[in-house]
């Protein structure tokens, strides 16, 4: 800093106080929006990860989904196909109930 600055009978004197506290100010509303753009950051980083979580939690339920529907997929055609232990009558166990554990045609 200049000599002047520090001397109160500087005619700049009143001028270069009211600078320095101006300058204060706005260093401090820096420092107040850097803190608000760091939380707000934080936010973001928190938030993209939840992101992320959702679409490995909704990628993991998808395969799950065709995972399962292969499988009924499987056991709706063998049920289909079942044939009468006694004559070979085939039947569509679609509808049996799941406690049944023998299913005989209408003739048996
Ligand atoms: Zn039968």
Redesign the pocket.
């Known amino acids: 800093m200049n000599a002047t600055t520090n001397d109160p009978t500087s005619p700049f004197f009143s001028e270069i106080a009211r600078l320095r506290q101006e300058l204060e100010r706005a260093n401090e509303s820096i420092d107040e929006k850097l803190e608000q753009i760091e939380e707000a950051g934080m936010d973001v980083i928190s938030l993209t990860r939840q992101v992320g979580d959702g679409h490995a939690r909704i990628a993991a339920l998808e395969d799950d989904i065709d995972r399962l529907s292969r499988k009924d997929d499987r056991r709706t055609r063998r049920l289909q196909k079942m044939r ?1 232990g ?2 070979r ?1 085939k039947i569509d166990a679609r509808s049996v109930d799941a406690d049944e554990r023998y299913v ?2 209408a ?2």
Do not use: D, H, R, Y
Request: aromatic letters at 0%; a positive charge; proline letters at 0%.
């Open positions: 009468c006694k004559c009558t005989s045609c003739k048996n």
